[in-house]
């Protein structure tokens, strides 16, 4: 039996996100809903997320479905993203280069930086009183 898909993972900050690709032109879903209805407050959202489908030239014989979770929707946008990436270079090995030049494969590491004691955030100190 045929695999119908090829299938990324993708994270950042806290999301993480598991992309499958398949061959056809049916309407692309996060977490079972419409792209535009799971992320209706990000502007422009088929351009940030079909973004590695548009490079490669496959946003018309190929859709995605995306199921994510932890996080806010910046990182969510982007786990899809990258996880969206890396299933396109595991059905043809030769895009990564094209989606390496775009900046598309590589993960983003920032994560937020823990609090410390006696801080009031991961840096910021009380004021200072000499006297």
């Given at each position: 039996?045929?695999?119908?898909?090829?299938?990324?993972?993708?994270?950042?900050?806290?999301?993480?996100?598991?992309?499958?690709?398949?061959?056809?032109?049916?309407?692309?879903?996060?977490?079972g809903?419409?792209?535009?209805?799971?992320?209706?407050?990000?502007?422009?959202?088929?351009?940030?997320?079909?973004?590695?489908?548009?490079?490669?030239?496959?946003?018309?014989?190929?859709?995605?479905?995306?199921?994510?979770?932890?996080?806010?929707?910046?990182?969510?946008?982007?786990?899809?993203?990258?996880?969206?990436?890396?299933?396109?270079?595991?059905?043809?090995?030769?895009?990564?280069?094209?989606?390496?030049?775009?900046?598309?494969?590589?993960?983003?590491?920032?994560?937020v930086?823990?609090?410390?004691?006696?801080?009031?955030?991961?840096?910021?100190?009380?004021?200072?009183?000499?006297?």
């Open positions: 039996m045929e695999k119908k898909y090829f299938e990324g993972i993708g994270r950042r900050k806290r999301s993480t996100s598991r992309v499958r690709i398949y061959e056809g032109d049916s309407a692309s879903s996060v977490n809903k419409a792209l535009n209805l799971y992320f209706s407050g990000v502007k422009d959202i088929e351009k940030i997320l079909c973004r590695p489908l548009i490079v490669v030239g496959l946003e018309k014989k190929y859709y995605f479905t995306a199921t994510v979770n932890g996080g806010g929707s910046t990182g969510q946008v982007e786990a899809i993203r990258l996880g969206l990436a890396r299933a396109i270079y595991t059905m043809n090995a030769e895009l990564k280069s094209v989606l390496r030049k775009e900046k598309l494969v590589s993960r983003d590491p920032r994560e930086e823990r609090k410390k004691y006696n801080h009031l955030k991961s840096r910021k100190k009380p004021q200072f009183s000499k006297r």
